[in-house]
């Protein structure tokens, strides 16, 4: 049956989703499916159970990817498959070495770095710093089984851009070359149920029998099947690039003892083998390849740019300059997308598409740790700080969208707020000689005397209607709107702070629009004591923010939503010092 559960969400069942306690990648449209298979330190693998059921999960967690469109692609010839040649995979070769095993916990890397980004739709990025382990020695000692299948390492990315998936590999190292067989990457191992021609983006021909280079004359060559998917090597990263369609027989009781016993299964299996050959003493490889998963030919020009491959960055552009996928294994590299200069504060797989004039930016630890609370993202001279998901959402995927030219102006408004060091200075001189003075409070709460109802309350008094559990509409009516400092006198505030020693005022006034004369006269009154201008803050509304930092009402709400510019409120009112 065709489950296309259509109509829901972006990433739920359609689009690309990372599920992050598993270690995978997933995307699924009307058209195809697929898959990319992880598994970090923080996994554990797909277990193996000899004399009874499946006896050779050993690949199946090594970035290992899946393409389909009908679904039987694989379940045709797992009986055949060469094991050590999964699609996806870089192992050396050696099949005939490997033995059945029973292990409960299967295999992942020795490293804590696997993550993918995405914010659900067609665009996703996984990276994976891959080294087989067995899954049970982070626990205790097992002895090692199959050695054929260990010893390799390599930084893995995937990068899914509409309808391609490229593949990157950095660092691809044969840790024990004494060891017989080359070091491989497996582009793909499917069935071969369509028919199966070469393309060099003009003309495409039938292939002879045998194995054949995807290289012709320094330049890359599409294979395509009919029902199927194209693949092409990235001829710049790999050079020696092959494919080979074979028949084999299946092997299925030898894969699953279930099987024996059954009937009608098929004896024989045709595939279509594509790979990378690093050869036996590989040190610091590189690969490339590109899948195409849309309608037709692939396009002459592929429609995205390879940034960086190493491993510090792996990372891709779209053609058009509107996506990066980047994956960092290290804090602080850079990478140049569309003329700026791209970095993150800590190692993350990212996602950035611009959408018009503002970025929708996708970011995931792939470290998973609990004690990261934020990551900065740096693009050009722009930087946002994204919150990662905590608790058991750690590891999760988090996008946030956001406008440059606005988060330009937020930190210019931010900015202004910080002295510079030389004014910062000259203020802490003035403090240090001026040293005593006088912090008032002065509201229309100072009429209560911390007092309400003959009951007296302990603490500050500006907190009385908190402490007393004042109904706000009692409080404005019998304390604010009775309000009236008829009693005030500047010149006797004066007086007592100069007689005491004091060398200035500080005074905070949460109702200063009722009380603007009276501070005014009480800043001339301490300019006469003092011999000094006191300075008075010059206050503004929402309308006069707006007009002065060129922004809407909405992304001035969320300015104050998120503490980025300081304010006083006042009723339902807002104010804003200048400075």
Same mark, same amino acid.
């Given at each position: ?301 592929? $429609? ?180 009236? $400092? ?94």
């Amino acid at each position: 049956n065709n489950i296309r559960m259509e109509g829901y969400p972006a990433g739920r069942y359609n689009g690309t989703r990372w599920f992050y306690n598993n270690d995978d990648l997933i995307k699924r449209t009307p058209d195809y499916y697929m898959m990319v298979n992880m598994a970090s330190s923080r996994c554990d693998g797909l277990e193996s159970a000899g004399n009874f059921a499946d006896e050779f999960n050993i690949y199946t967690n090594d970035g290992l990817t899946l393409f389909q469109r009908k679904g039987d692609e694989y379940r045709k010839i797992i009986g055949a498959m060469d094991l050590t040649a999964m699609p996806g995979v870089t192992a050396r070769e050696g099949e005939r070495r490997l033995k059945p095993i029973t292990n409960w916990r299967g295999f992942c890397s020795k490293y804590n770095f696997a993550g993918a980004a995405t914010d659900g739709g067609g665009n996703a990025v996984a990276g994976y710093l891959f080294e087989k382990m067995d899954a049970t020695s982070k626990e205790k000692d097992v002895k090692m089984e199959n050695p054929v299948a260990f010893g390799v390492r390599a930084y893995k990315s995937y990068f899914m851009l509409g309808d391609y998936l490229i593949a990157l590999g950095a660092g691809v190292t044969n840790l024990q070359p004494e060891q017989e067989g080359n070091i491989r990457t497996s582009i793909e191992q499917t069935a071969h149920q369509g028919k199966v021609t070469l393309y060099d983006g003009k003309k495409r021909w039938q292939p002879s029998s045998g194995i054949h280079s995807l290289i012709e004359k320094g330049k890359p060559l599409w294979i395509l099947q009919e029902g199927g998917f194209a693949y092409a090597p990235l001829s710049e990263l790999s050079s020696k690039s092959f494919f080979l369609c074979e028949s084999r027989p299946n092997e299925w009781v030898k894969r699953n003892l279930v099987n024996k016993g059954k009937k009608n299964l098929p004896v024989q299996a045709d595939l279509l083998r594509v790979w990378v050959d690093h050869g036996r003493n590989v040190e610091n490889d590189v690969y490339g390849y590109v899948v195409y998963a849309g309608e037709g030919l692939p396009p002459q020009e592929n $429609p995205f740019d390879i940034l960086r491959n190493d491993t510090l960055v792996q990372a891709v552009q779209s053609a058009d300059e509107k996506v990066l996928e980047a994956v960092f294994y290290r804090a602080d590299e850079t990478v140049q997308w569309s003329g700026l200069p791209v970095k993150t504060s800590v190692p993350c797989v990212l996602l950035i598409e611009r959408i018009g004039e503002e970025y929708s930016v996708s970011v995931t630890d792939p470290t998973m740790n609990v004690h990261l609370k934020q990551v900065k993202v740096e693009i050009g001279d722009v930087a946002i700080d994204i919150t990662l998901p905590s608790g058991k959402e750690c590891g999760k995927c988090v996008t946030q969208r956001f406008s440059p030219a606005v988060e330009k102006r937020r930190a210019s408004a931010l900015n202004s707020l910080i002295p510079d060091k030389k004014e910062l200075d000259s203020r802490m001189q003035w403090f240090e000689q001026a040293r005593f003075g006088m912090f008032i409070h002065w509201g229309v709460y100072s009429s209560l005397g911390c007092s309400w109802n003959g009951k007296k309350y302990g603490g500050y008094g500006e907190h009385i209607q908190r402490m007393a559990r004042i109904p706000v509409e009692v409080y404005k009516e019998k304390v604010a709107g009775t309000f009236n $400092p008829q009693e005030f006198d500047a010149e006797e505030w004066v007086r007592i702070a100069k007689e005491t020693g004091m060398g200035y005022f500080i005074i905070t006034d949460s109702n200063w629009a009722k009380l603007r004369n009276e501070i005014l006269n009480l800043a001339e009154t301490c300019h006469k004591a003092f011999g000094e201008r006191s300075r008075h803050t010059d206050w503004l509304h929402n309308g006069d923010v707006c007009r002065l930092l060129n922004i809407s009402k909405r992304t001035l709400q969320h300015y104050r939503d998120t503490g980025a510019l300081p304010f006083a409120q006042i009723g339902h009112k807002c104010y804003y010092k200048r400075e």
